[in-house]
């Protein structure tokens, strides 16, 4: 098994202080390869907002060149991930976010399946339980199974390392058990709405030179038969208020794509979907 702890700090502080410690607890669980990303150390361009990675594809990226896709590797050989960053202006460093920018467009397009995660932030005083929320946001978004969050005080106080051991201990437990079990996640009633939102969205606006449209085609998510992004049970009141949503969605995005939804895809991409009269 594979562990990749993604490092969204600028510096080898008291992230990576906690990190190891996270390693040496989950080798000693389990023997595992356990590598360190620290975007500080890659070179990752900030995203220009272009828009290119979600209406014509991540390869049209006007930095595909640069580690991008090489994180992405890393990403996608493990089967474990740590999403670390200390708390920055009560959020994570502008470091990580970048590294999420760039990657958005698997918000729209998940495909890390199969993946499980846990998200650690060290912080001094507030914004920990933000940053680890988001871990959680973007792991449910890109199809990873988020376990648990760790938040660490850095702050000196006295029998702090006890209670950070705990703390760690517990969580890699978690963690090793369901790197192990390897079961999918249950989806949540937003993942079944957001699933089937979609779904409609990209069966209504059925432009085939959309890279979302077909990506979801190629996935087989907008076959008729199909109910999530992959087989799972999905509970009756899930589905059937999942179901009602749609229903009142559809008429707006058939009224907002009736003409070719091709169209508004590029006049959105050009700065032409909003027009004030003069
Ligand atoms: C620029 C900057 C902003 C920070 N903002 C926060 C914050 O909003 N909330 C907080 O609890 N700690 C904040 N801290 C403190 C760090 O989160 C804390 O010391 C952390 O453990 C440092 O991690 P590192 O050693 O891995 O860099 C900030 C530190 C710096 C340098």
């Known amino acids: 098994m594979k562990v990749l702890a993604i490092m969204g700090g600028p510096r080898k502080g008291y992230g990576t202080i906690i990190t190891e410690k996270i390693e040496a607890e989950l080798i000693s669980l389990q023997d595992l390869e356990f590598e360190y990303l620290y975007l500080k150390d890659v070179n990752l361009e900030s995203c220009i907002g272009c828009h290119n990675c979600f209406f014509k594809g991540e390869d049209k990226c006007p930095f595909s060149n640069d580690a991008r896709d090489e994180i992405l590797n890393k990403i996608f050989q493990a089967d474990g991930l740590i999403f670390t960053a200390p708390a920055y202006a009560l959020h994570i460093p502008a470091l990580m976010k970048n590294f999420f920018d760039r990657l958005s467009y698997i918000f729209h397009r998940p495909c890390f399946f199969g993946k499980i995660a846990i998200g650690m932030c060290n912080y001094g005083i507030a914004g920990a339980k933000k940053v680890t929320n988001y871990f959680n946001e973007v792991s449910d978004s890109w199809g990873i199974n988020y376990i648990d969050s760790l938040k660490i005080n850095t702050q000196p106080k006295p029998g702090i390392e006890k209670k950070i051991s705990k703390k760690i201990k517990k969580t890699s437990k978690k963690f090793i058990k369901a790197l192990n079990t390897q079961k999918p996640k249950k989806p949540s009633l937003a993942d079944v709405i957001g699933f089937k939102v979609r779904k409609l969205l990209h069966n209504i606006a059925h432009d085939e030179t959309n890279a979302d449209v077909q990506y979801w085609s190629e996935q087989g998510w907008l076959d008729d038969d199909t109910k999530y992004y992959y087989e799972v049970r999905l509970g009756i009141v899930k589905r059937l208020i999942a179901g ?14 009736a003409d070719d939804p091709k169209l508004k895809y590029d006049q959105y991409q050009k700065l032409q979907s909003i027009k004030f009269g003069v």
């Open 244 to 257: 009602l949503i749609n229903m009142m969605v559809k008429p707006q995005f058939k009224k907002i794509f």
